[in-house]
Nanobody
Framework: HVQLVESGGGSVQAGGSLRLSCTASGRTNSSYCMGWFRQSPGKEREGVAS???????TYGDSVKGRFIVSRDNSKTRLDLQMNNLNPEDTAMYYC?????????????????WGQGTQVTVS
């Protein structure tokens, strides 16, 4: 079993930046695809970014050029640098691990999930 804990959420003004982190513990596997997803009230969970064990990344169209996903060498931490935030980025952000197809950004592919961290942009 893998536990994922997100941190770094908060409130920021439009145009600002935030950095989210996700720490993995338990039976972690460096080959895991890991990703970030977000969900707003009344909307489906949306893929934000993913990164595989080689460092190859995939981004959702709405965040390309603004967000950067990275993971540390031990593969136990996943970060999301979010720049030029706008109110449409307001959502609960979730870290996920063990994605079957990393480039697809489909939440159905992921087995492990964190509890989420709230990001509010005004």
């Amino acid at each position: 079993h893998v536990q994922l804990v997100e941190s770094g959420g908060g409130s920021v003004q439009a145009g600002g930046s935030l950095r989210l982190s996700c720490t993995a513990s338990g039976r972690t596997n460096s080959s895991y695809c890991m990703g970030w997803f977000r969900q707003s009230p009344g909307k489906e969970r949306e893929g934000v970014a993913s990164i595989d064990s080689t460092g190859s990344t995939t981004y959702g169209d709405s965040v390309k050029g603004r967000f950067i996903v990275s993971r540390d060498n031990s593969k136990t931490r996943l970060d999301l640098q979010m720049n030029n935030l706008n109110p449409e980025d307001t959502a609960m952000y979730y870290c996920a691990a063990d994605g079957r197809v990393c480039s697809r950004l489909d939440p159905e592919d992921y087995y492990y999930w964190g509890q989420g961290t709230q990001v509010t942009v005004s």
